[in-house]
C-alpha cells in the first residue's frame, strides 16, 4: 500500500498538479481535489456522459479515467469553455434553445457538442445524434439538445 | 473503490514481471471501459495492482504494411483505428466493429485488446477479428506465444493467459485481393447497446466463386463462436445468396444461446441465421469492390 501521486496535467489552460490516490477517477479528482465542480457525476460506469471531459483532444468519461493516468495531459472541462465572461456559442445556443431543464447533463453535452464542432463543423442531425449517443438526458428529450447543437454550427459557420 | 497500487512500466519485460510478481492480484489497464467498471462494482476484490499498459510502446503500435499486414498494440483506442485511413481502407470489417462499441467518448478509451481480454460472450470486436483469421501476441515469464483468436476465450471473462501473461497486440494477415468482411450486430437501440446476436464475416473470392469464408458469432455461447463449418462450405460455391443461405443455416445449428434480459433463445437462432446471411453478403459486395 501507498501514499498518494503527484500529478502534473494542464487544466483549461492552466498548469495544475494535484495529489491523488491511484484509485480516484478523473472525475473525483477534478471535483473533489481541484474544486471544478462543474463536471457532474451521473451513472459512475461510463454510459450516462454527464462527466465528460475532453483529455488531450477526444472526449472520455472522466469515471472511467484514473486520475493518475492524466499525467502529463492536457484536460478541458466546463469551466474552460467560456472566454472572458462572454458565453461561447454553443452555450449560448441551449440557453436559446432551451435545451437544458435541471442541467446535470448539460456539462457533458456541452463538452461533448464542442468535440464534435471542432471535427465536424457543420454536422448533420443524423451525425450529432450518433455522437452524442453516449450522452443521457432525462428531462428535455433530445430535440431541443440537437436542435441547439444545430444552431451553434450555424453561428460558428458565421464568424 | 478498494485500495489499488498503480504502475507505469516503460517495458514489456518491466510489466510481465509486475504481473508475474503479483499474480492474480494484478490487471493490465487499457482503456479502463471493463476494467475500472469491474473494480468499482466489487466484483475484483482480489486485484490491488493496475498495471497501465499504455506505457508500454508495443502495446500503442500501429503497423500496417501491405504485404505483412496490420499490428495493433493491445492498448491503442478505438478511434485511433477507426481515424487511421490505412486500416481503414484494408479493414473495413474492423472498422465496422471498433466504431459501434460503446458511443463517443467509450470510443475514446475503449481498445480491441481490452474487449478480447475482457472475454465476454457478447464482446462486439472479436467475432470480426476471428473472421479475419487474427492473432493474440502473448508476452510473458516464460517466453513469448500466439495464440489464434479464436482460441483465446475459453469461458465468460476466462481466457488462455496465465498469470504474468500480458496481451501485447493482435496481428491480422494483409487482406487477400478479392476479399471483404464485415461485422452485423443485433440491438433493440441505435447504438450504445450489447449485441443481443452479432456476427462477424470474411470472405475470399476468386474468379466469381467463393475461394474461402470465415464465420464468428457474438452473444449465442459462453464465448465468442468461430464456426468453421460455416466458412468451410462456402469454399468453392458461387458468390450467390443461394450459397450464403448454405452457411447461415449452419452458423444457426452451431449457436447455443440462453434466454436473459436482452432475448429469448429462439429468437437468437432466428437472429444468427438473418444477421450471418446479410453479413456476408455485405462481405461479398464489399470483396468484389476491394
Known amino acids: 500500500m501507498s501514499g498518494k501521486t503527484h500529478v502534473q496535467t494542464t487544466i483549461n489552460g492552466e498548469h495544475?498538479?494535484?495529489?491523488?490516490?491511484?484509485?480516484?477517477?478523473?472525475?473525483?479528482?477534478?471535483?473533489?481535489?481541484?474544486?471544478?465542480?462543474?463536471?457532474?457525476?451521473?451513472?459512475?460506469?461510463g454510459n450516462c456522459g454527464a462527466c465528460t471531459v475532453i483529455l488531450d483532444g477526444r472526449i472520455?468519461?472522466?469515471?472511467?479515467?484514473?486520475?493518475?493516468?492524466?499525467?502529463?495531459?492536457?484536460?478541458?472541462?466546463?469551466?474552460?469553455?467560456?472566454?472572458?465572461?462572454?458565453?461561447?456559442?454553443?452555450?449560448?445556443?441551449?440557453?436559446?434553445?432551451?435545451?437544458?431543464?435541471?442541467?446535470?447533463?448539460?456539462?457533458?453535452?456541452?463538452?461533448?457538442?464542442?468535440?464534435?464542432?471542432?471535427?465536424?463543423?457543420?454536422?448533420?442531425?443524423?451525425?450529432?445524434?450518433?455522437?452524442?449517443?453516449?450522452?443521457?438526458?432525462?428531462?428535455?428529450?433530445?430535440?431541443?439538445?440537437?436542435?441547439?447543437?444545430?444552431?451553434?454550427?450555424?453561428?460558428?459557420?458565421?464568424? | 473503490m478498494h485500495w489499488i497500487d498503480y504502475a507505469s512500466p516503460r517495458s514489456v519485460k518491466e510489466a510481465t514481471e509486475l504481473l508475474a510478481e503479483r499474480g492474480e492480484r494484478?490487471?493490465?489497464?487499457?482503456?479502463?471501459?471493463?476494467?475500472?467498471?469491474?473494480?468499482?462494482?466489487?466484483?475484483?476484490?482480489?486485484?490491488?495492482?493496475?498495471?497501465?499498459?499504455?506505457?508500454?510502446?508495443?502495446?500503442?503500435?500501429?503497423?500496417?504494411?501491405?504485404?505483412?499486414?496490420?499490428?495493433?498494440?493491445?492498448?491503442?483506442?478505438?478511434?485511433?483505428?477507426?481515424?487511421?485511413?490505412?486500416?481503414?481502407q484494408a479493414y473495413p470489417g474492423l472498422i465496422d466493429a471498433a466504431s459501434l462499441i460503446g458511443g463517443t467518448q467509450i470510443q475514446g478509451r475503449a481498445t480491441l485488446g481490452g474487449n478480447l481480454c475482457n472475454a465476454s460472450p457478447s464482446g462486439d470486436s472479436i467475432p470480426v477479428m476471428i473472421a479475419l483469421g487474427g492473432v493474440a501476441n502473448i508476452a510473458g515469464p516464460s517466453g513469448d506465444r500466439s495464440v489464434p483468436i479464436e482460441d483465446f476465450c475459453t469461458a465468460p471473462r476466462r481466457t488462455v493467459m496465465q498469470p504474468g501473461e500480458m496481451l501485447v497486440s493482435l496481428h491480422f494477415p494483409a487482406p487477400a485481393p478479392r476479399s471483404g468482411a464485415h461485422y452485423l450486430r443485433f440491438i433493440p437501440r441505435n447504438e450504445m447497446d450489447i449485441a443481443v446476436v452479432g456476427a462477424g464475416v470474411s470472405v475470399v473470392l476468386e474468379n466469381g466463386t467463393i475461394k474461402s469464408a470465415r464465420v464468428a458469432l457474438a452473444s449465442v455461447a459462453p464465448t465468442p463462436l468461430f464456426v468453421k463449418e460455416a466458412g468451410d462450405a462456402l469454399a468453392g460455391k458461387p458468390a450467390t445468396e443461394e450459397s450464403v443461405r448454405i452457411a447461415s443455416a449452419l452458423a444457426q445449428d452451431a449457436a447455443s444461446p440462453i434466454t436473459d434480459m436482452r432475448g429469448t433463445k429462439e429468437y437468437r437462432k432466428h437472429l444468427c441465421e438473418v444477421l450471418t446471411r446479410r453479413a456476408l453478403l455485405t462481405a461479398i459486395e464489399r470483396a468484389k469492390e476491394a
Open chain 1, 16 to 45: 495544475t498538479d494535484f495529489l491523488c490516490e491511484p484509485r480516484q477517477s478523473l472525475l473525483e479528482v477534478l471535483r473533489d481535489v481541484v474544486g471544478l465542480t462543474g463536471t457532474k457525476e451521473g451513472c459512475n460506469d
Open chain 1, 60 to 159: 472520455v468519461t472522466a469515471c472511467l479515467v484514473l486520475g493518475v493516468e492524466a499525467e502529463g495531459a492536457e484536460i478541458t472541462t466546463i469551466e474552460g469553455i467560456a472566454s472572458g465572461g462572454i458565453l461561447h456559442p454553443i452555450q449560448q445556443a441551449f440557453l436559446e434553445n432551451a435545451a437544458l431543464q435541471c442541467g446535470v447533463c448539460t456539462p457533458g453535452f456541452i463538452l461533448a457538442s464542442k468535440a464534435l464542432l471542432d471535427e465536424n463543423p457543420n454536422p448533420t442531425e443524423h451525425e450529432i445524434r450518433f455522437w452524442l449517443a453516449n450522452n443521457l438526458c432525462r428531462c428535455t428529450g433530445y430535440d431541443k439538445i440537437v436542435r441547439a447543437v444545430l444552431d451553434a454550427a450555424a453561428t460558428m459557420q458565421e464568424v
Open chain 2, 26 to 88: 494484478a490487471r493490465i489497464l487499457a482503456g479502463g471501459t471493463d476494467l475500472l467498471v469491474l473494480l468499482r462494482a466489487g466484483v475484483m476484490d482480489n486485484v490491488d495492482l493496475v498495471v497501465d499498459g499504455k506505457s508500454v510502446p508495443e502495446l500503442n503500435e500501429v503497423t500496417y504494411d501491405p504485404q505483412a499486414g496490420l499490428t495493433l498494440g493491445a492498448a491503442v483506442p478505438c478511434y485511433k483505428i477507426y481515424n487511421n485511413p490505412k486500416v481503414t
